[in-house]
């Protein structure tokens, strides 16, 4: 396949597959012409390149993933720090959720006036709320 039809088939821009192929996350096969040719298979290496994405690795992480020959090599502990991590995260936003419906629906005349805000708000330079607002 040529470097428009990857682009076309995994959405990702011409570009994107260039810098993907510089960073050594996937290799082209060689070119016909000026255009790159790919291996059908770098379509699921892209997938697996987004997932991890998506999860939020960075790219470096991602390269890391994968043997020379180009096969997943995925360290499971790797896999359940990030888990562990995304946890974390889908917590703190729960709270910042739940601080933002407070403060929407509040019947205090001004969120200076609300204690709940004004608790939220000194504790915003100190770091996540745990839920309740607490520490």
Same mark, same amino acid.
Not at 3 to 24: C, M, P
């Given at each position: 396949? %040529?470097?428009?039809?990857?682009?076309?088939?995994?959405?990702?821009?011409?570009?994107?597959?260039?810098?993907?192929?510089?960073?050594?996350?996937?290799?082209?096969?060689?070119?016909?012409? @000026?255009?790159?040719?790919?291996?059908?298979?770098?379509?699921?290496?892209?997938? @697996?390149? /987004? @997932?991890?994405?998506?999860?939020?690795?960075?790219l470096d992480e991602i390269a890391l993933m994968f043997?020379? %020959?180009?096969?997943?090599?995925?360290?499971?502990?790797?896999?359940?720090?990030?888990? %562990?991590?995304?946890?974390?995260?889908?917590?703190?936003?729960?709270?910042?959720?739940?601080?933002?419906?407070?403060?929407?629906?509040?019947?205090?005349?001004?969120h200076m006036e609300c204690p709940t805000f004004r608790r939220i708000l000194s504790g915003?330079?100190?770091?996540? @709320?745990? /839920?309740?607002?607490?520490?």
């Open positions: 396949m %040529d470097i428009a039809e990857v682009a076309a088939r995994s959405g990702l821009s011409a570009s994107t597959l260039r810098f993907y192929e510089e960073k050594g996350l996937i290799a082209s096969t060689g070119r016909r012409g @000026l255009r790159r040719q790919f291996d059908p298979a770098v379509l699921e290496r892209l997938a @697996l390149i /987004a @997932l991890g994405r998506s999860a939020g690795f960075a043997a020379p %020959d180009g096969r997943p090599r995925i360290d499971r502990a790797v896999l359940t720090a990030k888990a %562990d991590e995304l946890d974390r995260k889908i917590r703190e936003l729960e709270v910042m959720s739940e601080g933002l419906r407070h403060a929407a629906a509040c019947p205090a005349p001004s915003n330079g100190a770091g996540p @709320l745990t /839920a309740g607002g607490t520490r």
